[in-house]
């Protein structure tokens, strides 16, 4: 079946760096997006990788390897600020599925 | 501040009963989605609309529909409620939705509570 897996939880100190990532048994799809969601918020768009390779986006990066199955969400010099839950989702080039991973849960401890 | 709005904030009903739940999208927006998320559980993609029309379904079960009306605001009608229909209902709008790279703006989402 289609579907993708992320880490259910990961803790990081503040300052630090971390990967989140994303694995999926799945085919087909545009791209690769990441988004952000606080405690009671609404999701965030983050990040998109439509090809193979990296892209930044400030303190943030994601990377993709479609021959890998593989992607992962990069934070950089952490902040308290973004502790938060991490979902990676697809979207289908036939744009009749958009599946999201489960979610990742970071905390951040100073 | 997305742009994107929901109404209502919180829901609170009880079994058997029907609900609407409405969406207006960020200006000049086309494209509506809407997603289901239960306690601890991921974002699950119900539907989406393209200026009026039905373009992709997702997992919405057959109790649930929508429409997107001629002014792009949209409505997810839930009935027959179950315990199990208790989640948090984003609504989140795109530019077209027509392609897979497109940013998608959620609204603050809607609180339901099947009692």
Redesign the interface.
């Known amino acids: 079946g289609q579907s993708l897996e992320q880490p259910s939880e990961v803790t990081a100190v503040e300052g630090a760096i971390v990967q989140i990532n994303c694995t999926y048994q799945t085919s087909g799809f545009y791209g690769l997006s990441w988004y952000q969601q606080h405690d009671g918020g609404a999701p965030t768009f983050l990040s998109y990788n439509a090809l193979d390779g990296l892209e930044e986006t400030g303190r943030f990066s994601s990377f993709l390897s479609r021959s890998d199955s593989y992607g992962y969400l990069l934070l950089q010099e952490l902040q308290m600020k973004d502790s938060a839950s991490y979902f990676c989702a697809v979207t289908y080039s036939s744009a009749s599925k958009i599946i999201f991973g489960s979610g990742t849960r970071l905390s951040i401890r100073p | 501040d997305?742009g994107v709005t929901q109404t209502p904030k919180h829901l609170i009903t009880a079994t058997g009963q029907r609900v609407t739940l409405r969406c207006s999208p960020r200006s000049g927006d086309l494209s509506v989605?809407w997603y289901q998320q239960s306690l601890d559980?991921?974002?699950?993609?119900l539907i989406?609309y393209y200026n009026g029309e039905e373009?992709?379904?997702?997992n919405i079960l057959e109790r649930f529909s929508a429409q997107q009306f001629p002014d792009l605001h949209s409505e997810l009608n839930l009935s027959s409620l179950e315990l199990g229909d208790s989640a948090l209902y984003?609504c989140?709008s795109s530019i077209t939705?027509?392609?897979?790279?497109e940013?998608?703006?959620?609204?603050?989402?809607t609180r339901l509570l099947v009692l």
């Open positions: 997305s989605y559980q991921g974002l699950q993609f989406q373009r992709a379904k997702g984003f989140a939705g027509l392609a897979g790279d940013t998608q703006y959620f609204g603050p989402g």
